[in-house]
C-alpha cells in the first residue's frame, strides 16, 4: 500500500515557476515507476511526465517538454516537478500517481495509487 500527498501547488502569472512535490508513504517507494498527470475543468485527466523506479528514464508529454522537469529522491521517498516559463494552458489540478508494473507510462488506467490532487492556477 503506497499513500500519496501532493503540495506545491498555487495561484502564478504566467511564466512564472512552480515545484510540486509528492510525498510518498510505504517502503516500497523507491520501486515504484512514479508520474503525474492534470486535469483541467471539463476536460480528461492527461499525462505530463514520469520516471523510473532509479531515476534513470524520464518521460515527458509534448506540451510540456522542455519547461518541466521531473525528479525522485528515493531516500526521501519524494518525487518533484519543476515547472517553468507556466502558460495559463498549464491550468489545472495536478496529480502524483505510482504503478508497481507500467505498460504504457502515459495511460492513467495503469497506475495503481493517487493523491488528491493539488491546484495550479496560471493567470495571464
Known amino acids: 500500500q503506497v499513500q500519496l500527498v501532493e503540495s506545491g501547488g498555487g495561484l502564478v502569472q504566467a511564466g512564472g515557476s512552480l515545484r510540486l512535490s509528492c510525498a510518498a508513504s510505504?517502503?516500497?517507494?523507491?520501486?515504484?515507476?512514479m508520474a503525474w498527470f492534470r486535469q483541467a475543468p471539463g476536460k480528461e485527466r492527461e499525462f505530463v511526465a514520469s520516471?523510473?523506479?532509479?531515476?534513470?528514464?524520464?518521460y515527458y508529454a509534448d506540451s510540456v517538454k522542455g519547461r518541466f522537469t521531473i525528479s525522485r529522491d528515493n531516500a526521501k521517498n519524494t518525487v518533484y516537478l519543476q515547472m517553468n516559463s507556466l502558460k495559463p494552458e498549464d491550468t489545472a489540478v495536478y496529480y502524483c500517481?505510482?504503478?508497481?508494473?507500467?505498460?504504457?507510462?502515459?495511460?492513467?488506467?495503469?497506475?495503481?495509487?493517487w493523491g488528491q490532487g493539488t491546484q495550479v492556477t496560471v493567470s495571464s
Open positions: 520516471i523510473s523506479w532509479s531515476g534513470h528514464s524520464t
Open positions: 500517481a505510482a504503478a508497481a508494473y507500467v505498460k504504457d507510462y502515459r495511460d492513467y488506467v495503469g497506475y495503481d495509487y
Open positions: 510505504g517502503r516500497t517507494f523507491s520501486s515504484y515507476h
